[in-house]
């Protein structure tokens, strides 16, 4: 999601536009490509962005669809995920003259000469974060198996009892009672 940033730094400091973003399903040579990674399948978003003094705020928020795998039945899902963003973005150069601007801080992220910003690592790594660390297919999986390892939600199952022929001997010591001997 690669975004021009040069006309919004011509304008005076404090000007503002606004980015819709929608793609269901996101494809896979497209521009928005790089948020598959994160297990987006569809997206939908509103970014505003603010021209500042140091270069541009990137503000907003993003409902995606992630795919995973629940976490008890292990079986594929979709999962809805809801995150909100806001990056300061510094230009490294006056968009009007071309002169250097003022140094960005060590980690910071950066609007280059091209004076374009790729907005999808940032909500990528926002849906990354947003998304559940163990999703549900629905709320009330009922899981596998611990024994057998068959789904749960497939319908209810029995185990015929099993026995460890180690404890055999303290069977026989079920029904034994000291006090009545």
């Not at 999808?120 to 899981?143: D, N, S, Y």
């Amino acid at each position: 999601m690669l975004v021009g940033v040069a006309p919004l730094l011509k304008q005076p400091v404090g000007t503002c536009t606004t980015l819709e973003l929608a793609e269901d399903p996101i494809a896979p040579h497209g521009e928005n490509a790089g948020l598959l990674e994160s297990g987006a399948r569809s997206i939908d978003a509103t970014i505003d962005l603010t021209h500042t003094d140091p270069g541009v705020l990137v503000e907003g928020s993003a409902t995606a669809l992630v795919a995973g795998q629940c976490s008890r039945c292990l079986k594929d899902c979709l999962t809805r995920v809801r995150a909100e963003f806001a990056e300061q973005y510094y230009a490294m150069l006056d968009v009007a003259t071309g002169a250097p601007g003022m140094a960005a801080p060590e980690d910071a992220k950066t609007i280059g000469s091209d004076f374009r910003v790729d907005l999808t690592p940032l909500v990528a790594e926002e849906l990354i974060l947003a998304a559940p660390f163990a999703p549900l297919c629905r709320q009330e999986c009922k899981g596998l198996c611990l024994e057998c390892g068959a789904d749960l939600n497939a319908g209810p199952h029995e185990h015929a009892e099993a026995t460890d022929s180690r404890w055999a001997k303290l069977r026989t010591l079920e029904g034994f009672h000291a006090d009545r001997e």
